[in-house]
Each structure stands twice: as structure tokens, then as C-alpha cells.
């Protein structure tokens, strides 16, 4: 709205009678005159209401600010009759004295009115002096008393310190904002902003509906009907759509009826609630590559990038006598044969102690705090097993079906099915997953520990592994009636066939979880055996969220009661509800099905063994590919190595590229988002690690990762711990199980940022202009002294932002990749202030660490303690200010300037 | 500008003056060629309510209003440094009730005047970027709260010289902060207006422990705590355009923005969502010529009237109790006819001074009502009407 248009456009819409309304209603039926006399009315009124509201509350505050006022002044009263006596105040004496101070015109003339003390005349009589052309005004010469000189400090603008770069808010954007600009030398304002993008789109919002909308819409439908030409004036008048006015006059209507019906009813149970809906704060809020919420760098609601490769469920070893508590599954099929053996061991923690691994306490972690069930959408939201894996257990179930090996596994005490030990699993539990928490902090995507939780009985399941016998995860379902719980509309047909064909009314239950990883081969075995009664009745009472819960159980533990009921379902079931659940057939069927449709999250609708056929052969093909790729992986002369060094040889003519981790289920082909962009994938990818466009590391040892033999370091790129192959920190001293220590020599020497090894840097007066930085303590050459950090916003800003930056000669821009440019204007760290100079003694580097880029700062040559930092803004050719050009500065990539503008911007004239 | 929604409308004032007041010009005097910035009557001490600062240029000057309608001069301070151009002057007092006065300009360096002294009591640095308002709490007037270029607001102690609280960051102000006020009772809580149009109030409650450190802190002021205040308790845009002046009406904020209006508003703050606090717009004062960045307003002790003078040299009086908004009276001369930066009203509002751009102060006393009349006539068998 054009600042001048304001208060007349307010005035017209303030103005009770609207005309243009009438004289519009005038034309078409009848009806509409009265329309428009009764919305003509209810305005009158509300604007009426309006007025009083307004006075009202002009009244109150009237008071208040009476109130207000009147102690401001006592306090002023009390300041002067106070202490001081009038005598000693210099102010008081120089008052009395200063009429005679007085000189030109005025004084004589009040002087004289001195003497008439006659306020009329003396105002008379001064006014007409001033009228009749003192044309020079009256000079008080007094003369001044000197304040001494102060030396001004250099300009900055206060500034967030960031120890990490952030993503820029929306609301920090210049883009489409008016910014103003006091021109240095004209003395003028110049108003910075692209008229385009002065238009507000205000259109495109919608608006909700206010009070008195509210309130004309409903009296004014209430007087004359609903019909079309009463909703058509309606809309007229509150230009809105009459549809839409419609649609409100219904809610308004249903309103009404709630409030008159009573009380709504009370919340949801959050048992009831969706898991999609709970598990939507974790998705939208959790960054899962910096693994914490509300990351300032990635930003919220990022893509979700599920592994195709997932860790197996854990395993540990399992000790068959070992119990979880009153309700454990092995005391109480125990039970069924010797009843009454009512030791209940609490030995959980032992085995949850082995248990704490990554994803276990990241699952449970996150879990426990949802609630909620639908199973696609579960899946989808976090992260699936291999879906080959759950496949091949599908065949599995068809070829292994033998009931009898299983019973013997269970011999364990039996007790009582009481809920008594429950509240100390339920603490056993938590603490576990807070261990399990704090332990670990890898992403889930490097984590290759497989995790079971199963009790491994010593059964004799026979399974058949598909070749090297990676993964296969096997069932054996013998259950007989195939309820399809609708919930989990996931049933594999093959299996369920198979279960049905076999025995029909058998209750045992075999399973055979066989977990499987890519980085380790594992053969782990679980046959349960379950007596399973009451199966039908306790699968209806088993909330959509605990079913949830379990199947996410299951992909973190395998087919573990005893860990499930301890970490995800405690104080919901029993490990025996668990256990009688899990060894139901429609949903071990349906849990692994659900697992295998929804691998990335996206196809949450093929539904069968169809599908499930064509990822085992998938899953073969991959394998085979698989063993190829491990072959090559240290050879340098793969494709991502050739890419790469490219990049880094001649990247003075291209920006780096912006990485944004691929979705790809399997290797990356042609359509590979990474690929495409031109970047490598990394390990947040969604693609196996065998993908051909990996980056892979390096595997130096002795030359410390210093040198362009490091193939991370000449890709610009900081060594990984997940990736490469013996860069790592040792900390500690050996006992946790890291290879002893290597001796500092081998230590790699290229991850000081992601460490944040870096130099103290001092913020002091340049010896050259403005601020500058100073290095506290000495280092050699090629040291890293830190981080250039600051907001990351998009070239398009960048340009925008840089129009008053250059006016100020003062930027602080500085170009990161195609993407994004970083400033440190308003946000950044220290050496922000290190100034340019043509033969600096730093040089700054962008280089990219874990998946982003980010600008080091390192040392030319050696710098002693307290020197001043600087290095070569190197701007481009055509941009550089006249004091950082010069012949060679070609490079293209860095672009800053520290610079203080020493000229004094004026006011507005 | 939140879009006016049916049944918020503000209400407008018009511009036919009622004339409940009439004013006379009495006096004007003239320091040199230099623009003055501001001007401000001493609300702090009774004893000293008719004195007056005015600064501008690397000058700030001391006046007292007599009664017969003259000016007299009490003290001139100019900083040696002539590159320094005062903006912005305000009175305080120490502890023990000798009067200073406050002035920072585009150095960024406060100056904190003993007057009795006749000396710099302290010289305040910090500020990155010129300093554009300083207000004074008037409960406890040896805080300060100063705005600056450098998008940050400080608050001072003036006694001690201590810079207690830096309003900044991610939520503060994101270009130039021009104006700023103190909440009158709530001595928590200030507003501040910026270039970005945004007002935000933000709240010291949190960090008061280091306010009354302050005073009893007897170490080297640079070793303070100094804390950084990062989130307002509200931010609203009230205006599409720069604001550049505000004042507390109680709980109300009188807000002024280049748009030609004055608008008095009620925040409606919302519990822990700064972001989403909403405001009512209840009055607007229009004030023509008037769109002009660093155009100040100014209101007497009692906030009955509010004054502010345009690029014309005019000045607008406006009734602040009245509902809706009554234009008291325009004040012309035909030889002012400069941009009026500020105008000053003193504590009864009788008295109004406008600081001009060709470096005049131009004084004006309220005359009775029949006076007025008389004096209309006079002027107007002389031919030269100066009331309008």
C-alpha cells in the first residue's frame, strides 16, 4: 500500500455509508437493496461499537497515564527541593543569573516587558519585533566549553557471534524489503529496492475471518435466509468469494451448536494418537546430519533420506536362562510346563547393557515419545530394513517349517504373568536408552552394527542363505488362521499361503530372524516358540501405536520380546504380550511385508509378494555389484576420484557445487540427484555404499593426510572418520577396544574443522584500517587458524544485500559454492575482521567437511604471536574496489572486505 | 502495515484546527547555520523545567525559557572534533540530583555532561555506528538507553559510565534503530523503532540484577558484565514505512512514521511468541509535509498535547485526550519555513520550541483564550496573521 493512499483508504472504509455498496445494490433485484440496507446497518453499528471500544479504552489509558504523570512529576519536585540547596547548584545560580545574560533584540525587549510584567503586551510587543523583520535572529555568544576529543571507534555493526554457519531465516531476507541507505556525499537517502518486488502479493493470502466479519456474516444471513444473492452482496461488500462466506457461515453455525451442545469432548488419548502425526515433529525437527533438533544450518522439514542399507537388528549374545522380568515370554512358557516357579530374575541389564548400541536407543528414543500406528507412513518415517533382507525371509518362511525344533528353546523359570516387575524393566529401560544415547552419535548410515536382541535359542533352524549367506532373515510361520489385521494391510501373500497350507492349527511359531548388514556377515538365529492362546482376542487389544511401536521394535532388536517390551513398549505390554503378539502370523507377515513396500518411504502401495520377489532379485544383483565395487575401493582410478580431483584442480573457474544428499535406492545411475548436481554422494545418501559416486575416502596412514597424496585433502575435502579409512581421533586410552595408539605421527592431520582445532584469534585495531584479526599464539605454515563462518543466503541475495554492502564499502560476503554465499555482516566470528592485503600471511580455503562446505582460514607461512591476520579477498576482476585491484588478483572465489567506510552518512534532507 | 480488517478501523483525526489553544511565537534565536538535531526541555527536575538542551553539530547548548517569553543562554559545550554532528540530546541526573545532560551524534560516542561541573562527566563508547536517540528513564534517570546505526540498542548507566544491557541480535533490530523510548512505569520494559519498520519491545526484567549492579560497581567499567539481550517480547510492523519517532501513551505507543500520520496503537503482546504479537490501531493524527526521515515529535510532561513540526517549518499541535483526535492548532511563521527536526513542548505544554534546519529555535507561548483573540486582530490589522 502506497504510504500515501493510507489514511484516505482508511477514511473510506471508516466512512459508515458506503456508497459504491448501495448504489452497486441498486442495480440488481430488489432483494439486494435490502441486503445492502442490513449490512449497511450492521456496519453503522460495529463502526459505532468501534468508536466506543476506542474511547473507551482511550478513557482507561487516559487514567493510567494521569497516574503516570502525576509521579513523574513528584519525582521531578522531589529531585529539586531534595539535597542540594540552591546555593551550591551552579545550574540554579546560572538560571537566576542568566537574564542579564541575555543579548540583540529580545533582551532589551524583555527587559522592558521585565518591567510591565505585562504578559499581553510583553507578547505583543515581542512578536512585533519578530514580525516586523529581525530579519538576522538573535546570536547568544557565549563561548563554548571544549569537550575534549574522543577517538570514535571503528564502525561495525553489532554481531551474533556463530562458532557454525547457519542457513539464513526467512526473515532475515532483504529480498522484496525496502532498506534505506544514507548516501555519504549527496546527503540524501536512497531507497534500495527493486520496484518489482514491491508488490505484496496481499492477494494470494487468505485472509481469515475476523470478529465482525463474523458478526455481519452471521446476523446478516440470520435476518434474510441464506441465498445466493444475499451471500453474492455479502461478498460484494467483505470482498471475499461467496463460497467462502458460505463455507464460514456453516463453521459459524456448527459453532454455535458445540457451544450450546455443551463441552467438547476431551482431548484424544495420545495412545490414540497417529504415529505419522507424532513422529512429524521428529522428521520435520530432527537434522539428521548434524543430529539435533532445530538445526540452524539444514534447516527444518528436510528431505528425508532413508539408507537403502540399513543396520541389521542387533545381536547379541544371548543367554537362554536370562530373563527380562516377571513377564518374560521364557519364564512363562516355562510355566506352561512347570507352573509355579516363581524366580524372577532382573538380569535385564546385563543384556540391555550389551545391547546399547546406536539405533537402538535412537529408535527407542524417538519412539517412546510417539505414539501413534499406520503402518506405511511408519515406515516411511523412519528408517527400513533392507528390504531384501525382509524378503528373502519370506522364502525363508516357505522352505523352513519345522514346529518342533523350536520348543526346545524355551527353558526358562516360570512365573507368575504379573505386572510386578514391570516398573523395574521400566526403569532398567530408560536407563538403557539414555546410555545407549549418550554412547552413541554416529548417523545411522555409517552404522553397520547389526543388533539383536533376540534371545538366540539354540534351536536348529535350517535357513538358506542366499549366496555368501549376507542377509536372509527367516520365518517360520505356522499359525494357522490368517487374521489380516487391517491396520496392517502389508500381508505377504507368499508367506501367508505357505503358513496356511502348511498347518493350519498349529499355535508354534518359529522364527528365524537372520539380520543381516553389508559390512558384516552375520548369521544369527531366532526360533521362539509360542504358545499363543488368546492370539485373536490379544491382537485387538493391542493399540494401533503399540503396534507401531512393535514393528519398529522388530527392525531395531529382531524378533526379541524381552528387548522390545523392555524398550518400546514398557509399561504398555508384557514381554509375554509382546512375545504371544510377535508370533502371530498376520503380523509377523504383515511387519515384514510393511518393511519391505515402503523402502524409501515413497511406494507405500505395492503390497505383495510380487514385489517382494523382485527385490530379492534386485537384492542379488546388488550383491553381485556389491563385490565388484569392494574391489575397487581404494583404487584411485575410480569415477568419483577422477571427478573430483578435476573439481579441485580447476575450480578457480567454477564454484564448488552445493551438495544435497540423493535418494536413490540403489546404486546411483543416470538419475542420481548427486550426479546430476555434480557433486559426489556422501555418506547421507540414501545410496548403498557400494554407489559408483561415493567419495571414498582415503586410506593414508603415515603421510597424515597433509599433502595432495591424500585424496581428501586434494579433493578440498576434510577427512571423515566415516568414511575414510584410518582417519580417526583416539581418545582415551585403549581400554573401550580402539586399536592402541598410533603414535602422534600417523594422527590425521586434516579434520581440525570438523574437530574445531582451531588458533585463538584476537579482535583489535588494525594496524591498517578499522578492525582487524591477530593470531594469539605462533604457528607454522599451513596451519589451520579457523572458521570464516556466517549466514549462508543465496546468490540472489547476495547481490541484494551486496548493493549496500558496496555503498558502505564494507562487505563481508564471501562465495561459498553455485549455491550459497556466506556473510558475516550480521553474523559470524572473529575473523570476519581480518583485513585484505595483497601479500597476505593467510590464505582462506573453502573446503568441505561432512557434506558441507565451509571457508578455513590457514596460515601462508609462519605467523608469530600477535601478528595481524590477512589474506587476499581476491575478488573478481570486474568487482574489486580500487584498493584491492591489481594485476593478478584473478582468483574468482573469495570476495570480502573489511574495510570501515570513514564517511559519515547524513540525514535525510 | 497489518491490513486494516473490517471493524479495526483507527480513528483519523482532521486537520481543522479547534483552536482550544492558541499560540504566539515569542522568540527565536539562531547558534550559527548548523541544522539542529534535537532539542529537549528537562523533564527530570523541577527546578530546571524551564531549561532546554539543543544539539547540533559539534555543538550542544544550554537555555532557559524566561517567562517574559525570551531565551537566555546558560552553557555551550562544542566537542573539539569537528567531524562530530550531534543527533540527539537528552537530560539525566546522577544520584545525587546534579543535572546532566546526554548527547551522541554521529561519532557514536556518548558525551554525558556535568553541567554544574561544566565538564564531561563520562564519555561513553561502544556504540559501532552513529547514535540517533537517547532517552532517559524517567524514574530512575541515570539510565540511558541509547540507539544506533550499529542495529544495536545500550543501556547505561550514566553515573558510573557503565554499559549494562546491548539489545541485539537474530530477533533485534535488523538495520538502523532510530528511535526509542521507555515504558513510563514499567521501568522493564522499553520499545524501539527501526529502520526495518518493525517495533519491537523488549524486556530487562531478566537482566535487572545487572541493572542494579551497576550503580554499587566500583571496578573499571570496561570489566562489566555486560550482558546481550537477543529476543524483544514483541515485534510488530505497524507501519509500511521507517519509523523514526515513539513515545509510551501510557500503555499505548504513539508511533511516527514517514507516512505523513501519527498513529497511536495498543500492542497486544502475546506470552512467550514475540513474533506473533498483533496491534490495534486506535487514532491517527495526520500530520501533512511530514514524510521526511528524522522528523521528531514531542509531548509535554502530562502527555496532554503532542507537537511536530513539518518540511514546511509548521508545526502541528494535537490534543491527546481527545477521542477522536483534535488538531489543537497549526503554527506558521512566514519566516520559518525550514524543516523542523523536533520541537520541544515543556512540561505544561505552554511553551513549544521547534529546532529548525537552518539552525534556528523558534519559541512559542500558549496565550489565554481572549489574548488570543486580541492578538489575532492586531496581527491581522498588520497584515500578517501568524496563527492559523
Known sequence: MASGASPSSSATRSDPHKHSTTSQAEKRAPASKEVAAVIDSLKKKLAADRCISIKKRIDENKKNVRGITQSTMRSCMERGGGSYKDGSDLLVKRQRDSPGMKSGLNASDADKSNNHSSFLEDGNASSTTMVQGSSVPVKISLRPIKMPDVKRLSPYTTWVFLDRNQRMTEDQSVVGRRRIYYDQTGGEALICSDSEEEAIDEEDEKRAFVEPEDFIIRMTLDQLGLSDSVLEELANFLSRSSSEIKARYEVLMKEKEVSESGDNQAESSLLNKDMDGALDSFDNLFCRRCLVFDCRLHGCSQDLIFPAEKPAPWTTPVDENLTCGANCYKTLLKSNRIPANGTTEDKTGTSSDGAGTKTTSKFSGKLSRKKTKTFPSESASSNEKCTPETSDSENGVQQDTNPEKVSSSSKVKASGRRGGRKRNNNRVAERVSRRTQKRQKKSEASDTDSIATGSRSASDAKHKDNEDATSSSQKHVKSGSSKNSRKNDTPVEDSKNSVKGDDPVSQLNAVASEPCSDGSLRKEEFVGENVCPGGLSEDKSWRPLEKSLFQKGVEIFGMNSCMIARNLLCGLKSCWEVFQYMTCSENKASLFGGDALNPDGSSKFDINGNMTNNQVRRRSRFLRRRGKVRRLKYTWKSAAYHSIRKKSTDKKDQPCRQFNPCNCKTACGKECTCLLNGTCCEKYCGCPKSCKNRFRGCHCAKSQCRSRQCPCFAADRECDPDVCRNCWVIGGDGTLGVPSQRGDNYECRNMKLLLKQQQRVLLGISDVSGWGAFLKNSVSKHEYLGEYTGELISHKEADKRGKIYDRENSSFLFNLNDQFVLDAYRKGDKLKFANHSPEPNCYAKVIMVAGDHRVGIFAKERILAGEELFYDYRYEPDRAPAWARKPEASGSKKDENVTPSVGRPKKVA | ?388
Not at chain 2, 517480547?233 to 515513539?246: G, I, L, P, Q, R
Request: charged share 25%; with cysteine.
Open chain 2, 1 to 388: 502495515m497489518s491490513k486494516i480488517t473490517l471493524g479495526n478501523e483507527s480513528l483519523v483525526g482532521s486537520l481543522t484546527p479547534s483552536n482550544k489553544k492558541s499560540y504566539k511565537l515569542t522568540n527565536k534565536t539562531q547558534e550559527g547555520k548548523i541544522p539542529l538535531y534535537s532539542v529537549a526541555f528537562n523533564f527530570i527536575d523541577a527546578r530546571f523545567f524551564t531549561c532546554f538542551v539543543s544539539a547540533g553539530g559539534n555543538g550542544i547548548n544550554l537555555y532557559n525559557c524566561l517567562e517574559d517569553g525570551s531565551i537566555s543562554s546558560l552553557y555551550a559545550f562544542a566537542d573539539e572534533d569537528k567531524e562530530e554532528s550531534f543527533n540527539t540530546a537528552s537530560w539525566a541526573c546522577g544520584v545525587e540530583g546534579n543535572p546532566f545532560v546526554v548527547s551522541g551524534g554521529e561519532k557514536g560516542i556518548i558525551r554525558v555532561i556535568d553541567v554544574n561541573n561544566q565538564k564531561i562527566h563520562k564519555s561513553l563508547v561502544g556504540h559501532g555506528d552513529l547514535v540517533n536517540e537517547i532517552r532517559t528513564q524517567p524514574l530512575k534517570p541515570q539510565l540511558v538507553l541509547s540507539a544506533s546505526k550499529d542495529e544495536s540498542v545500550r543501556l547505561w548507566n550514566v553515573e558510573t559510565g557503565i554499559c549494562i544491557l546491548i539489545f541485539t541480535g537474530t530477533a533485534g533490530q535488523r538495520y538502523e534503530v532510530v528511535s526509542v523510548d521507555f515504558h513510563p512505569l514499567d521501568e522493564h520494559r522499553f520499545i524501539n523503532f527501526g529502520l526495518d519498520t518493525t517495533i519491537k519491545i523488549w524486556s530487562m526484567k531478566e537482566f535487572w540484577t545487572y541493572v542494579e549492579k551497576s550503580f554499587t560497581w566500583k571496578d573499571d567499567p570496561s570489566k562489566f558484565p555486560t550482558k546481550f539481550v537477543e529476543l524483544p517480547v514483541f515485534t510488530a510492523s505497524v507501519h509500511t514505512d521507517f519509523v523514526d519517532c515513539n513515545r509510551w501513551v501510557g500503555d499505548f505507543i504513539l508511533s511516527k512514521s514517514v507516512e505523513n500520520e501519527i498513529l497511536l496503537w495498543e500492542p497486544i503482546l502475546k506470552e512467550n511468541f514475540p513474533e506473533e504479537g498483533t496491534s490495534d490501531v486506535l487514532l491517527k493524527y495526520p500530520i501533512p509535509n511530514c514524510n521526511l526521515c528524522f522528523i521528531k515529535f514531542s509531548c509535554d510532561l502530562f502527555l496532554n498535547y503532542l507537537s511536530i513540526g513539518n518540511q514546511e517549518g509548521k508545526i502541528y499541535v494535537w490534543d491527546l485526550k481527545s477521542c477522536p483526535p483534535v488538531l489543537v492548532t497549526v503554527l506558521s511563521h512566514n519566516e520559518s519555513n525550514s524543516l523542523i527536526r523536533q520541537t520541544a513542548m515543556s512540561t505544561d505544554g505552554n511553551t513549544i520550541l521547534a529546532a529548525s534546519e537552518d539552525g534556528t529555535i523558534w519559541r512559542w507561548d500558549a496565550i489565554d483564550k481572549e489574548q488570543a483573540v486580541t492578538v489575532e486582530a492586531k496581527g491581522r490589522r498588520k497584515g500578517k496573521a501568524q496563527l492559523k
